[in-house]
C-alpha cells in the first residue's frame, strides 16, 4: 500500500522485549529507490542516540496505533554500531550495520534482500542467515563483500529522505518547483513517487514524479532534474494530498507523460 514518508516520523519502534524509541528518519539508496534503513532515536534506557535498523527486521507495522514492530530484542539495538546519521551512510557502514544484525546482503544484485526477498513480498516473509562468530570472521566477512562491492566500482551513498524533501526540481526547459514528500510502498520499501509542490510557478498544485523520470540528483546543489518539460508537468493530473492515488489513477499518470506500460516503479536511473 502507498504512504507518505512523512507517515513514518514519529511511529514507536518495539523490539521483541520492550520499546526502543521512535523513528525519525529513512535512509534510501539513490540507485534504487528503496528504504535501507529507519533512522531511530532510542530512549535513555539505549543512550537516548540514533541507529539504524533495516526494514529487513520488521515483524509488524501497525498503523492505526502508530507502532513498528521488530524481531530484534533491546539488547541487540543497545549494543548496535555507532552511526554519524547527519552524513551519508557509505556501503561500508550498511554492511557493518547487516552484518550487526545477521542479515545477508547483497543489495546490488537482482533481489533487493538478502536471503530471498523481493519488492512485494510481505515483511514477515523476509529470511535471515546465520553468520559466522567471531570478531574475526565478522570483520573478514564485512570486509569480503565490501571489496566486492569495491572492485565492481558500485559504491552508492544512502541518502535522507528528510534531507531530500525541499530540494528543488528542474525539468528539461527550467524549474518546477521542489519536493514536498516522497511516497512509498509499505511491503516492497519502495519509493514509488515524489510529490513535487509547484506553488512557486501554479497556485499550490502537488504533482507526482516517479524515479524513472529522473534524469539526475545533484546532492550539492540540493537538485533533482527530471526528463520532463515544464508543460507536461504542469498539464500532468494533480495530487490530492489527502487521498493517495488510485492504481487507475496510476495508470492515467504514466499514460500522461507517455509511459502506458506502466513501468516497474521500484527502479530508477543509476544516479552519481
Given at each position: ?153 558500485d559504491d552508492p551513498h544512502l541518502r535522507s529522505c528528510r534531507a531530500i524533501q525541499r530540494y528543488h526540481i528542474h525539468a528539461t ?20 513517487y515524489l510529490v513535487v509542490d509547484t506553488s512557486d510557478w501554479w497556485m499550490g498544485h502537488q504533482m507526482l514524479v516517479a524515479p ?61
Amino acid at each position: 500500500m502507498l504512504r507518505n514518508v512523512n507517515d513514518l516520523y514519529g511511529l514507536k519502534v518495539v523490539a521483541t522485549n520492550g520499546p526502543i524509541g521512535e523513528i525519525k528518519d529513512c535512509f534510501f539508496d539513490d540507485q534504487r529507490w528503496a528504504i535501507r534503513f529507519f533512522v531511530v532515536e532510542t530512549d535513555q534506557s539505549l543512550g537516548g542516540r540514533k541507529i539504524l535498523i533495516p526494514p529487513i527486521a520488521v515483524h509488524e507495522l501497525d498503523w492505526a496505533a502508530k507502532l513498528l514492530s521488530i524481531s530484534l530484542t533491546r539488547e541487540r539495538v543497545k549494543a548496535s554500531p555507532d552511526v554519524d546519521t547527519s552524513r551519508p551512510v557509505s556501503r561500508q557502514h550498511e554492511l557493518e550495520q547487516f552484518s550487526f544484525y545477521g542479515y545477508s546482503h547483497h543489495g546490488d544484485d537482482a533481489q533487493l534482500w538478502g536471503g530471498g526477498p523481493q519488492f512485494g513480498m510481505s515483511p514477515d516473509s523476509y529470511e535471515s542467515v546465520e553468520l559466522p562468530t567471531g570478531e574475526r570472521t565478522q570483520a573478514a566477512y564485512v570486509e569480503r563483500l565490501a571489496k566486492l562491492h569495491r572492485d565492481r566500482g558500485d559504491d552508492p551513498h544512502l541518502r535522507s529522505c528528510r534531507a531530500i524533501q525541499r530540494y528543488h526540481i528542474h525539468a528539461t526547459d527550467g524549474d518546477i518547483g521542489h519536493v514536498e514528500s516522497l511516497l512509498l510502498d509499505d511491503e516492497a520499501w519502495a519509493i514509488r513517487y515524489l510529490v513535487v509542490d509547484t506553488s512557486d510557478w501554479w497556485m499550490g498544485h502537488q504533482m507526482l514524479v516517479a524515479p524513472p523520470w529522473i534524469a539526475d540528483i545533484s546532492w550539492l546543489d540540493a537538485t533533482v532534474s527530471v526528463d520532463l518539460t515544464r508543460q507536461a508537468v504542469k498539464d500532468a493530473p494533480t495530487y490530492d494530498a489527502k487521498a493517495l492515488p488510485s492504481p487507475e489513477q496510476e495508470r492515467g499518470l504514466f499514460e500522461h507523460y507517455g509511459h502506458s506500460d506502466h513501468v516497474n516503479l521500484v527502479a530508477g536511473p543509476p544516479l552519481a
